[in-house]
């Protein structure tokens, strides 16, 4: 549970950074918040391997949360356009995080002889 809150708070920090990046275009001040956040993204993400998660699982999910986010995010601060076709694609990206979790689970279980493939 530990490394999905890890995983979590770099998804956050990420997107921060992220959106930090775009409001630094017409503010420079923003860009101290860019580096601290993507220095704490990858902080974060490092703890969240150590504690034993995968890396497939940990990118795949990192970079969807942070698409998904920054997406809807984006929207909402900066006023850029969310059409149905992105809504789309980002359902067909947490899809495919679902998919390789689920599959990174058997994938121990088989491991451990729980489960025969």
Do not use: N
Not at 43 to 68: D, E, K, N, P, Q
Not at 79 to 103: H, N, Q
């Amino acid at each position: 549970m530990r490394r999905w809150l890890y995983l979590g708070g770099a998804v956050v920090t990420e997107v921060s950074a992220t959106l930090a990046l775009k409001a630094a275009l017409e503010a420079p001040g923003w860009y101290v918040l860019v580096v601290a956040g993507y220095a704490a993204a990858f902080f974060l993400l490092t703890v969240c391997l150590r504690l034993g998660m995968s890396i497939s699982v940990a990118y795949g999910a990192w970079g969807a949360g942070g698409v998904t986010a920054t997406a809807l995010l984006s929207a909402a601060i900066f006023d850029e356009p969310l059409t149905w076709l992105m809504g789309f694609g980002i359902a067909l990206i947490l899809a495919g995080v679902i998919t390789v979790e689920a599959g990174s689970q058997k994938a121990h279980r088989a491991g451990r002889g729980e489960e025969q493939a």
